[in-house]
Every structure is written in C-alpha cells, then in structure tokens.
C-alpha cells in the first residue's frame, strides 16, 4: 500500500541553524507530495508541495524537492527561526485516475524545536 | 472566508456518552474529511465525503457515523464514546477530485473519554 515514513523526532536546534526533515515514501503510482505544518493549538496548514518528479516545492524559506530515484521528498531550510517551532508533516496523495482517491496519507510527524 | 470552522474546541465524556462534533466550510468544496490525531502519530482518516448525500468510509471508521445533509456541513458522531475515542479531531475540505487540490483544515477537537 501507499505509506510515508519520516524521520523520529523531536529535532531541537538554535537559531539559524540548518534543518533537514527526512522522508520517505512508497505508492504504487506517482504521488503528489506535501508537507504540512501544524503550530501549537492550531490546525494542519499546507506548507509546500510538488506535483511530479524533480519539481521543488518552496514556501517561508523551506524547500523539498520531490526525487523519484530515492522516493524521497527532504524538508529542508537553511536558516530556522524559533517561530518555525512546530510539528512537520509529510504526506502523499494519488490522484484515481492513478488507483487512487485523492486522501492524504501522513507520516507520523516530526517535532522541531528552535531555541534562540 | 471564515474557511473551516470546528466546534468545540474542548470536551471532556464520560465512558457510554454520545456527541457530535460540527464542522463547516464556507468554501464551497466538494470534499470534506474528518481526522483523528493521536499522540506521535499522523492524522487517521475517519471518514470522507464527496458531496452533498455521499459518505464513505476511511482506515478507522468504527465507533464514528457521519453525515452530509448539505455542502456545508460534515458532522462527526459518536454514539457510544470509549477511551480509546481520546484523541485530538480534525475535520478538512478541499475542491474537487482529481485536481490535486490543497486541504484547509480547521483548528481541531481535543475529545477526552473518562
């Protein structure tokens, strides 16, 4: 089936360091990739996505380039701020024309923690 | 656009209780989810709905009914709350099928079951 693993948090870091989010995914077709943010006490809010192979994504300084070689979709950003603190999400989705219905399927989360 | 709004935010339930959790959009999407969030885990998808009159199961759907009398409108019933019901609730839309759309999600539903 159609899974997403990434990595085990937490993740802290300071200020402006250098963040990767690893994740990996298997689908049976070829998947749209997201990464979803979610900030203490709110909901899950899009952060970025690619649609096809070799496509980046990029939004609020973080990209993920969608590598289909490695079935791989990274989080990264070169300089984090404490106020991207939050839990980081990886998803995928196959459209039906694919076999598939359009739902997300979520990694389990990762939590980063940026400390000034 | 108030986008998707959950309510309420907080409830606590005993063993055996029902309730119903309300979400809207004011979006006008097709597509309606509800969620449920457990700690360091990712979203479950409860279950789904297509349309006005169409609902469908999703990977853990036991425990859990749902309707959608109008576009708007996706409530989430529980019946007969158990422990195991404790868990952080998000419902989400997005536009039509095929379109790869994004999902908006609203702010969540912390359940407690005691």
């Known amino acids: 089936g159609n899974s997403v693993t990434q990595m085990e948090g937490p993740v802290t870091l300071s200020e402006e360091a250098f963040l990767t989010i690893n994740c990996t995914y298997t689908a049976t077709g070829y998947p749209s990739l997201f990464w979803y943010v979610q900030y203490p006490g709110e909901g899950l809010q899009l952060l970025l996505k690619a649609t096809k192979a070799d496509d980046k994504g990029s939004n609020k300084g973080f990209e993920a380039t969608y590598r289909k070689e490695t079935t791989s979709f990274h989080l990264e950003k070169g300089s984090v701020q404490v106020s991207d603190s939050a839990v980081y999400f990886c998803a995928l989705s196959l459209p039906p024309t694919q076999g598939g219905s359009e739902k997300l399927v979520f990694g389990k989360g990762t939590k980063l923690t940026v400390n000034p | 656009n108030a986008g998707v709004t959950q309510t309420p935010k907080f409830r606590i339930l005993k063993i055996g209780q029902s309730m119903t959790l309300q979400c809207t959009q004011d979006m006008n999407h097709n597509y309606m989810y509800w969620y449920r969030q457990d700690p360091g885990m990712g979203l479950k998808l409860i279950y789904y709905s297509v349309g006005a009159g169409i609902t469908d199961k999703g990977e853990v759907p036991n425990g859990y009914n749902v309707s959608r009398s109008t576009t708007e409108d996706f409530p989430l019933r529980l019946e007969l709350a158990a422990p195991s019901q404790t868990s952080v609730y998000f419902c989400?839309?997005?536009?039509?099928?095929?379109?790869?759309?994004?999902?908006?999600f609203g702010p969540g539903t912390r359940l407690l079951v005691l």
């Open positions: 989400a839309s997005s536009h039509i099928q095929g379109s790869q759309e994004t999902q908006y």
